[in-house]
C-alpha cells in the first residue's frame, strides 16, 4: 500500500489507458495480483483455495490480464521514470548513471499454443528452448538498479514460430506490441533507447552480442555513449595504424608493450563503420581497452565511444553491467517470472512481466531506503554522504572473511593448521591481490 501509494499508482494507471466500465477497479486488481507472489501460490491455486486472498473471481482476474487495451509499458516506463528521479538526486554530478541492456531466456518449454511462441537459442544451455527473447533496459547508479522498459520478442523468421499470432484491432496497443515481438533485436532496442529519452543516464552497456559496429553508431546517433565487451571475432574490423584489421591483429600489436597496471595490457583509438563502403571521415571514433587475465592466456575487450575516459574508468562504468545479471536470477528465482499465471496470449505474458517488474523495483527502493540515510528526508539529505561504490580492497577483505568464518565452522584439529591453510591461501593469489590486502589490513 505505501509503495503504490508513492508511485500515485491510480494516476499512472489512468494515463496508460487502463480502465473499467464497472466492478473492481483496475487499480484494486493489480494490487492484488502484485502481491500474489507472497503468498507462495500461482494465480490458479489461489482462486482454487479456500482461503484466498483475492477479492474476485477468475474470469476478472484473466479479462484485466488478457486486455489488449492497456499499454503495460508504458505503464512500467511512467512509474520507473519517478523513482528514478527521487533515486537520481541522491548521487552527485561526478557520479555517471548508466542504461543497461541485455537479453535473457524467457522460457516456456512446456506450452505448445502460446501465442507468438518460437524457438529461441538459449546461450546458456547452447540449445534452442521454446520461449521468448525477453530483451530488457535497465537504469543503474551503481547501487541500485530499476527495470525501465522491456519486450518479449518472438522470431522474425516464420519457420521458428510456432504458434500464429492472433488478429487484432491495428489501433490497439496489443496490436503494437505484436509488431514490435517480430521485428529485430536491434531495431527495438533503438526503439526502447529512443522511449527512454528522458532517463538521466550518459552511458549504455552492453555485453558482447550487442557490441556490434552497427549498433553501437546507432546508439551513438541516440546521444548516448556505448560502453561494451568487444566481441572477439575475426569477421569485425577497426581502423587502426593506417588499415582495418580484426581485434585478435590490433590486440598482438600492442600485448607485448609495457604498461603500468598488472591487469589492463593497454588501449588504443580507433574508428568503426556502420558499413563496409563507407569512408574514413563518416567512421565514428572508438577506444579499445585490453585486459589479460592473469592465471590464463584469455583476454577481454571493451569498447568505448567517449574515447576521453581513462581506461580504469571505462573498467569501472563497465563494472555496473553486472546488475542486470542480479535482477534476471532475482526476477527468475524469487519473482515468479514465466511461472505464477496460466495464460496463452501474448498480452497476459506481458502484463506478467510488467507486474514481476514492478515487484522488483519495490523491492530495490526498500533496499536503497534501509541503506542509504539520505533517503529518510532534507536534513538527512544535506548531512550524509552519498554511498560508495564498493572498492576493490573492500572486496578482497570481505572474501579474505569469508575464508575464515569457514574455518572457524569446519574447526580444524588445531589453530596452526588454520593459519597454514589461510597462508596458503595468500600465497595461491596473484601479487597484485596479495598487495591490495596488506594496504588494507
Not at 490458479?44 to 484473466?62: E, I, P, W
Not at 569477421?235 to 590490433?250: M, R
Request: glycine share 4%.
Amino acid at each position: 500500500d505505501h509503495f503504490f501509494s508513492k508511485i500515485n499508482i491510480s494516476k499512472q494507471l489512468k494515463s496508460s489507458n487502463f480502465y473499467k466500465e464497472s466492478g473492481f477497479s483496475c487499480t484494486q486488481i493489480l494490487k492484488e495480483l502484485f502481491a500474489l507472489v507472497f503468498t507462495g501460490k500461482n494465480l490458479y491455486r489461489n482462486l482454487l483455495s479456500d482461503d484466498a486472498l483475492l477479492t474476485f473471481r477468475k474470469n476478472t482476474a484473466y479479462r484485466f490480464l488478457n486486455s489488449e487495451h492497456f499499454n503495460w509499458e508504458k505503464l512500467l516506463y511512467k512509474v520507473m521514470s519517478q523513482l528514478i528521479s527521487e533515486i537520481d538526486r541522491l548521487t552527485g554530478n561526478d557520479r555517471e548513471s548508466v542504461l543497461i541492456a541485455d537479453d535473457s531466456l524467457f522460457s516456456r518449454q512446456r506450452s505448445k499454443k502460446v501465442e507468438l511462441l518460437s524457438r529461441v537459442f538459449d546461450h546458456t544451455s547452447h540449445r534452442y528452448c521454446r520461449g521468448f527473447r525477453m530483451l530488457t533496459l535497465g537504469w543503474s547508479d551503481g547501487n541500485t538498479f530499476l527495470p525501465v522498459n522491456f519486450s518479449l520478442l518472438s522470431s522474425p523468421g516464420d519457420e521458428n514460430v510456432i504458434c500464429p499470432v492472433q488478429k487484432k484491432d491495428k489501433r490497439t496497443n496489443g496490436y503494437k506490441r505484436r509488431i514490435r515481438a517480430r521485428m529485430s533485436t536491434t531495431d527495438v532496442l533503438i526503439e526502447v533507447l529512443r522511449n527512454a529519452g528522458s532517463i538521466p543516464a550518459r552511458f549504455v552497456l552492453f555485453d558482447s552480442w550487442f557490441t556490434l559496429p552497427k549498433t553501437v553508431i546507432r546508439v551513438k546517433r541516440e546521444n548516448r555513449d556505448v560502453i561494451g565487451m568487444a566481441r572477439i571475432s575475426e569477421k569485425i574490423h577497426y581502423f587502426y595504424d593506417g588499415k582495418w584489421q580484426d581485434i585478435k591483429s590490433i590486440y598482438g600489436s600492442i600485448c607485448n608493450k609495457p604498461c603500468g597496471s598488472s591487469k589492463i595490457v593497454g588501449s588504443v583509438c580507433v574508428k568503426i563503420r556502420e558499413q563496409r563502403d563507407c569512408e574514413l571521415e563518416e567512421c565514428t571514433d572508438a577506444k579499445i581497452v585490453f585486459i589479460q587475465e592473469k592465471r590464463s592466456k584469455n583476454w577481454l575487450a571493451i569498447l568505448s565511444t567517449d574515447i576521453s575516459l581513462p581506461d580504469e574508468e571505462i573498467i569501472r562504468i563497465y563494472g555496473k553491467r553486472w546488475d542486470i545479471e542480479v535482477f534476471f536470477k532475482v526476477c527468475k528465482s524469487n519473482l515468479a517470472l514465466a511461472r505464477e499465471f496460466q495464460g496463452r496470449s501474448y498480452d497476459m505474458l506481458t502484463a506478467a512481466t510488467a507486474i514481476v517488474f514492478m515487484r522488483y523495483a519495490m523491492l530495490s527502493i526498500e533496499a536503497r531506503n534501509k541503506s542509504d540515510d539520505r533517503t529518510i528526508g532534507e536534513l538527512f539529505y544535506r548531512y550524509c554522504q552519498e554511498l560508495e561504490d564498493i572498492r576493490f580492497s573492500q572486496a578482497l577483505l570481505l572474501l579474505l572473511t569469508t575464508l575464515i568464518e569457514i574455518l572457524k565452522e569446519t574447526k580444524p584439529s588445531n589453530n596452526k593448521l588454520q593459519e597454514k591453510i589461510t597462508e596458503s591461501f595468500l600465497n595461491a593469489l596473484p601479487g597484485y591481490l596479495r598487495c591490495q590486502l596488506l594496504l588494507c589490513a
